[in-house]
């Protein structure tokens, strides 16, 4: 399914995802990626919710961080996308977590769903991305820069 976001969100080229990939990264000794999925009474997977902890310094405690929410578009409209940010809500609330956050992209017809459930754009944050060329670069730079033994 994860593919079938990246159609979904007309960008299939860019996603290189294995299931290797994603076993390892949900049932390692310690994963730091988190997952849900949503089957239908069949118990054909018809949706699902890939997350990790973030922190806020400001709140002072971890949040999850929704990478990604998918709902085939035969579920969608049935409660699945809601049960499953239920789902992520109801953790935030028993481990004491005060946020729930996620990107978005600006054509995405759920807007109107997420201001449903009460969610808002915080639309004066930018997001910003360092990648391929631009990333090794500044990773050089930390192997050149000098360090501090009291650092």
Do not use: K
């Not at 949503?38 to 118990?43: K, L, R, S």
């Not at 919710?49 to 085939?72: C, K, Q």
């Not at 997420?114 to 670069?137: C, F, N, Q, S």
């Amino acid at each position: 399914m994860v593919h079938e976001l990246a159609d979904y969100e007309r960008a299939p080229e860019q996603c290189h995802l294995t299931e290797e990939q994603l076993t390892a990264a949900l049932f390692s000794t310690a994963p730091a990626l988190f997952g849900h999925v949503a089957v239908d009474p069949a118990g054909q997977p018809v949706g699902f919710a890939l997350w990790f902890l973030n922190f806020s310094t400001w709140e002072g405690v971890h949040g999850i961080y929704l990478e990604d929410l998918y709902v085939r578009p035969a579920a969608r409209g049935t409660g699945t996308g809601r049960l499953l940010l239920a789902t992520l809500a109801a953790i935030c609330v028993e481990r004491g977590y005060r946020r729930l956050d996620w990107w978005m992209l600006n054509w995405n017809p759920a807007a109107r769903f997420y201001a449903a459930i009460g969610a808002a754009p915080m639309d004066e944050w930018v997001p910003y991305r360092l990648a391929g060329t631009a990333l090794h670069d500044l990773a050089a730079q930390a192997t050149a820069a000098p360090t501090r033994p009291d650092a």
